[in-house]
């Protein structure tokens, strides 16, 4: 998975758009031109003003780069690079979770940020609790805690029938809880996802009955 440098290009003409992003669009225009050490010097002055922005300033462009990063299928970096995730992005996500403790978002732009990439990787399990904490029903982090739950289980069982990675009990209990989770939403997120849920269910059980 290699940088797309065409999106990094249109990329930097989305954050033109805003005056005060004008150092980040810089970045990503000399990121898509390969000039990757002219670009680092750009987004070093950009971090540089970010950091110092209102609180409400630096979340919106916070989760403007991660649905931009969520969306880039290249190597994330390109479009969040270390630097911006560590020195703006993620500081500002823990103000804005605590400055709103009921607030389901920061907690889960935390999990869909902080795990993935090549230099981070907190577990997002546990920013997708905190989310689901403040808001039982708050679909978003419900469809991510289902999603996240079933990366791991695919791992855990992919060396089946010979060998379960991880701990099939627990499996279970996440399983059974992703699949609670999968009650309210959409009809097509559901056909898409019970089966598989359903058959990952079973495959934990037949190698705990057999280890029993």
Known sequence: ????LGSVRALAQDAAE??????????????GEGLRS???????????????????????FSVW??????A?????????????????VRPTLEAWAEAS??????????????SGGSTWHAPAAPFLAQA?????????????????VMRGVSYSQHELPELYLGDAAQDLADLTMAEAFLRGMELERQF???????QARQAAARWIEGRG
């Not at 010097?41 to 950009?46: E, P, S, T, V, W």
């Not at 540089?48 to 919106?60: D, F, K, M, Q």
């Not at 780069?65 to 969520?70: D, K, M, S, T, Y």
């Open 18 to 31: 805003r005056p005060a992003w004008s150092l980040f669009a810089e970045y990503c225009r000399l990121r």
């Open 101 to 114: 403790p009921g607030d389901p978002w920061p907690p889960l732009w935390l999990a869909r940020l902080s």
């Open 72 to 88: 880039y299928r290249g190597q994330p970096e390109a479009v969040l690079p270390v630097p911006l995730f560590r020195l703006l």
């Open 38 to 60: 002219e670009a680092l010097k750009a987004l070093d002055a950009f971090i540089a003003e970010a950091v110092v922005w209102p609180l409400a300033e630096r979340v919106a």
């Open 132 to 148: 689901l904490a403040r808001d039982p029903d708050f679909a978003p982090a419900r469809l991510d805690f289902v999603l996240e």
């Open 192 to 198: 898409e996802l019970r089966p598989r849920l359903v």
């Open 65 to 70: 780069v991660g649905e931009q990063r969520q």
């Open 1 to 4: 998975m290699g940088y797309d």
